[in-house]
């Protein structure tokens, strides 16, 4: 008994150190240890739990619509699985495997000028992807590197920049705002979601090109996925308040650089509208965990399905 206290009391510590660095960059988190007890370690049981089965390394996906605190909920799993568990645990994101900013250009050119905007199936580097999630659940272990994707520029970083996994890691959780999405009907396709599908993709092809990558190489890489736990946004018009936040937290890191103006947010997030809705529709009972995000930003409830 006085292990499990002392575990508590460790996790609790540096559970709270985190949740204080990150309200620096932005609003104030509300019943600190309740959201603790209530979601982040039942989570983090269910994860150790799952692991002991076979103790063969699991790959965790966390997704959600586009501010819904996939960053930070992915940190602090990490901490606990650490500091509880003992579990070795990397944890990276999609938006780290974009393309180049010359890939996208290219594809814009070649394909739709929809392209150049990062963000939606098609616009990363799904090789490198699949690849790299392949290797991390591989028995025999060897060094990984996994590149990093600085938004302030929209560009790669250099490799001397990249996440060196250099131990075999227990966990690995993969987030990102499309993981576990799914692929539509084409009919589905046909009647515009917002102003910039209406007027930028009137012959459908940008879409079209979307939803096969979803279907294809997405499906591919998604399938290597042991348990999604999926953050339910209230509705899709949050994830633009939500995403203006992110973007003010953006500014403060990255010291003055360019970020976007209000207009160019509205544009952005309507790439993600589509996908983001029937993300809404399809993973709320497909999820191995739903966890519901009320209006104020906070986690509401959560499902094991």
Not at 88 to 93: R, W
Not at 226 to 234: A, S
Not at 282 to 299: F, G, M, V
């Amino acid at each position: 008994m006085k292990k499990k206290i002392s575990d508590f009391s460790k996790v609790k510590k540096k559970y709270l150190k985190f949740i204080k660095s990150q309200e620096v960059l932005g609003e104030p988190f509300r019943d600190k240890l309740g959201q603790l007890n209530n979601f982040y370690l039942p989570i983090s049981e269910m994860i150790n739990k799952n692991y002991l089965k076979n103790k063969t390394t699991r790959i965790i996906g966390l997704t959600g619509g586009q501010g819904s605190g996939k960053s930070t909920i992915s940190k602090i799993l990490k901490i606990i699985l650490k500091t509880k568990f003992n579990l070795n645990t990397v944890v990276f994101s999609i938006d780290d495997f974009y393309k180049t900013l010359k890939d996208r250009k290219k594809m814009s050119k070649k394909i739709n000028h929809l392209f150049l905007t990062r963000g939606v199936p098609g616009t990363h580097d799904t090789k490198i992807l699949y690849e790299c999630l392949k290797n991390l659940k591989k028995n025999y272990f060897r060094n990984i590197f996994i590149p990093k994707f600085d938004k302030s520029i929209d560009d790669r970083c250099s490799k001397n920049k990249w996440i060196k996994v250099l131990k075999k890691p227990n966990i690995v959780i993969f987030e990102g705002w499309c993981i576990g999405a799914k692929s539509q009907r084409d009919v589905d396709l046909r009647k515009p979601k917002n102003e910039l599908e209406k007027s930028e993709d009137k012959k459908l092809i940008w879409r079209k090109k979307v939803n096969d990558e979803l279907k294809y190489s997405y499906k591919k890489i998604f399938n290597l996925i042991d348990d999604l736990i999926f953050l339910k946004v209230p509705s899709f018009s949050h994830v633009y308040k939500w995403r203006l936040l992110q973007e003010k937290k953006l500014k403060k890191k990255s010291k003055g650089k360019k970020i976007m103006s209000l207009k160019e947010i509205k544009r952005f997030i309507m790439f993600y509208e589509r996908i983001t809705l029937n993300m809404i529709k399809t993973l709320s009972s497909k999820a191995k965990i739903l966890i519901n995000i009320d209006a104020k930003h906070r986690l509401k409830s959560i499902k094991f399905n």
